[in-house]
């Protein structure tokens, strides 16, 4: 008999709130409703407490002070804050900016409209595991170059960028660095100061957090960065990002902190024989995997099927699985996957590729339903195809 609703594979999009969260940000939605900015009684001086537990938290799980951690709505207000807000602070050294090719919309589109805004941008080409070089990223600085943006793990094809190397290089060329570490945040260990980084963009809901809360971290000394804010009307968060400070969420961010320390290790190993299991299972059935083998995030799963159309895939497992053809921001539209093909990969393949996020509460049972569902919907297509396989 089939499930009631399908097995969620898609956590590269999103995750599900984790009960241990919700139960923690519960209390703040109703008895404890205070605002934090607003301590002169009880109310807002017990939200001002957890905002600050939880920036705790959540700077010891990325290796930073508590005081370098903005709040921001998300990774997206994130990525604009440092991306916007530094090359407009820092105008003065120069009107460069170093970026990927294999950024997420949240950076890509930000950076094209800095080019609207006459700023010039480099786009530091990948090769077919999606990594960049770094003699191309040394030779896209110059003396006008106010930052660097490489993203720290991809959310399509699952690959960990060299982030201490790319950190390494701005810091010696004297260049910002900044890293959309929304995929990477909670899923590997991440530490600022070893790494390097500057600012780093994450997000609660990729993480078994709520939805609506992310973060900026802002080095505080050595460089001591300071992009101007992009959301003015208050000065909260030392004037970095004004507005009426998310309680419940920011609980819920913290929480979902706490939780990723100490399970974070446990969830790796377990993602890696799950993702064994798949992409060994795929391979038998004439499966290929987009970008690398072992450089890449334990619960991503990247993969084509020759002559297979993704969609008709996805929509034929639809009732019984969750997955994806790419990023969730780019799903909607029938374009070819823009990080697929910046590794050179085609736009055939872009449309024969799937993409599979395995999650905390997902089980080995969970795993080999997946993978019979898919290799039946490909045979299934593979015998009624005009295509022949390539």
């Known amino acids: 008999m089939p499930r009631a609703t399908p097995i969620y594979l898609d956590h590269h999009a999103t995750t599900p709130v984790d009960g241990r969260v919700f139960d923690a ?20 001086a017990e939200a001002s407490s957890a905002v600050e537990h939880a920036r705790g938290r959540i700077a010891e799980l990325i290796g930073s002070k508590s005081s370098e951690v903005v709040f921001t709505s998300g990774a997206t207000e994130s990525n604009n804050m440092a991306l916007i807000g530094t090359m407009e602070k820092y105008e003065d050294r120069g009107d460069h900016l170093v970026t990927c090719t294999t950024e997420h919309k949240a950076v890509l589109d930000v950076a094209r409209h800095l080019e609207e805004r006459g700023k010039r941008v480099t786009y530091v080409p990948v090769n077919d595991r999606g990594e ?9 600085i110059t003396d006008s170059t106010v930052m660097i943006s490489i993203m720290a793990a991809n959310n399509e094809v699952g690959t960990i960028a060299d982030v201490e190397g790319i950190g390494r290089i701005a810091h010696e060329r004297d260049v910002i660095f900044h890293t959309d570490a929304a995929q990477a945040v909670g899923h590997i260990p991440i530490d600022v100061g070893r790494m390097n980084v500057d600012l780093m963009s994450f997000s609660a809901h990729k993480m078994y957090g709520p939805k609506g809360i992310g973060g900026l971290y802002v080095r505080g000394i050595k460089p001591r960065i300071r992009p101007d804010p992009i959301i003015r009307g208050g000065g909260h968060e030392r004037n970095m990002r004004s507005g009426t400070l998310n309680v419940p969420g920011i609980v819920g961010f ?18 890696r024989g799950w993702s064994g299991m798949i992409t060994d299972a795929f391979a038998k059935a004439g499966g290929r995997v987009n970008g690398p083998l072992k450089n890449r995030l334990a619960h991503n799963i990247s993969a084509y099927f020759p002559g297979i159309e993704s969609k008709a895939i996805i929509n034929m497992v639809s009732d019984r699985i969750a997955i994806s053809a790419g990023s969730a921001c780019t799903t909607q539209t029938v374009e070819p996957s823009h990080v697929l ?13 799937i993409r599979i996020g395995l999650g905390r509460y997902n089980t080995e049972g969970d795993i080999r339903a997946a993978i019979e569902a898919i290799i039946t919907a490909v045979n299934r297509l593979k015998s009624i195809s005009v295509c022949p396989d390539s």
């Open 341 to 353: 093909l910046a590794m050179g990969l085609g736009e055939e393949r872009s449309h024969q590729s």
């Open 254 to 271: 913290g929480r979902a902190a706490e939780i990723a320390m100490s399970e974070m290790a446990g969830e790796e190993k377990r993602f």
């Open 25 to 44: 940000m519960r209390p703040y939605m109703t008895e404890k409703f205070g605002n934090p900015s607003s301590i002169d009684h009880p109310y807002g």
């Open 132 to 140: 960049i070089n770094m003699r191309d990223l040394g030779a896209a």
